[in-house]
């Protein structure tokens, strides 16, 4: 049993299964390896989106959010963008945005190339008067941090582990620029989403009609991959609650792989109904954006959260444009 699998069953016996599904996926990646020594991730589903671009969370006390991130976690501080704040974990971002408080209603994923600094920086933030550190995991060392549960100063909860030893982390860090490479944070490598009971193939077929976007299923709910190629693959999976808590004014950034992609996708929004504008303002902006996932068939509403929708041409796509991704540049900026 790998570290990741064992520190799951472990924390089944402990927390709950309540604060278990809270907190933490039930099952590690079908490529998860435990201690097996990896460089890269391997190939994901051919038709995976491509970047998980950030996410928009609304927050009371943007600094001490900042401190969570930026000291706790080791990420590193981007540049403001419209008023929020940019905290860079990898290639993907979190923006936070003053005045309010909605909770992400699932959890992050994150690795870190140091899990043992991260634990000790958390461990400095709490002496402080903070209140992050939930729980922590030792398997074989005590000395070791194989899993860290995580609360930022507004409730969001984190899933902290350490990247998979063997040179993946060089991998990941190989498509960030330059200034990123430092950061003890590595990426966000998966979000959970509560849904309501019975509304996942409703969401299956929102995303594999609209997006054209691979979906699989595992133990835990359906998932939607993305895939830089070898350096990053991530997932956003959804999970069925027989009480799914009312959506907040949260934001989540997509980029697709090309123009194209991005092209097919706004037709078949328009044609719904669920995003306005034209293509050519769309294109022009590299993005358009929605707010309800609808099922193909009858229109009728199944998940209420604001996407926007990127290509890889979109002046803020966050990586150097000339190494290699599955992004696809070809029509020219």
Avoid at 97 to 112: K, S
Avoid at 127 to 136: A, D, L, M, T, Y
Avoid at 261 to 283: P, V
Avoid at 319 to 329: E, G, K, M, V
Wanted: contains cysteine; aromatic residues 8%.
């Amino acid at each position: 049993m790998g570290i990741m699998a064992s520190a799951l069953h472990m924390m089944e016996n402990v927390m709950g299964k309540v604060m278990q599904s809270l907190l933490m996926p039930k099952v590690a990646p079908d490529w998860f390896a435990g201690t097996r020594r990896l460089t890269e991730f391997p190939q994901a589903p051919a038709e995976s989106l491509l970047l998980l671009g950030f996410v928009t969370l609304q927050v009371p006390d943007v600094e001490a959010a900042m401190r969570f991130f930026v000291k706790g976690l080791g990420a590193k501080e981007g540049p403001e963008v419209g008023g929020a704040k940019t905290v860079c974990l990898g290639a993907s971002q979190l923006r936070l945005r003053p005045g309010g408080d909605a909770v992400w209603p699932g959890n992050f994923y994150l690795w870190v190339e140091d899990s043992r600094k991260a634990l000790s920086s958390c461990e400095e933030l709490d002496k402080s008067g903070g209140s992050c550190i939930q729980e922590v995991f030792h398997i074989k060392d005590q000395s070791a941090a194989d899993a860290i549960l995580l609360q930022d100063p507004v409730g969001n909860s984190f899933v902290v582990n350490q990247a998979p030893v063997g040179g993946m982390a060089k991998t990941m860090r190989s498509v960030l620029p330059g200034t990123d490479q430092v950061s003890n944070a590595l990426a966000v490598v998966g979000i959970t989403y509560p849904i309501a009971a019975g509304k996942a193939g409703s969401v299956v077929r929102f995303y594999s009609h609209f997006l054209d976007a691979a979906m699989s299923k595992n133990k835990q709910g359906y998932v939607l991959n993305f895939s830089l190629g070898k350096a990053l693959h991530q997932t956003l999976t959804f999970v069925e609650e027989e009480e799914a808590p009312e959506p907040g004014p949260l934001e989540v950034c997509i980029y697709v792989v090309s123009m194209d992609h991005l092209k097919q996708a706004f037709e078949k929004c328009s044609e719904a109904g669920i995003t306005d504008g034209s293509w050519e303002d769309a294109e022009k902006a590299c993005e358009f954006s929605f707010s309800r996932c609808v099922e193909p068939a009858s229109q009728e509403t199944v998940l209420e959260l604001r996407h926007l929708i990127r290509a890889p041409q979109h002046p803020e796509w966050p990586l150097p444009r000339d190494l290699p991704t599955r992004a696809s540049f070809s029509e020219s900026q």
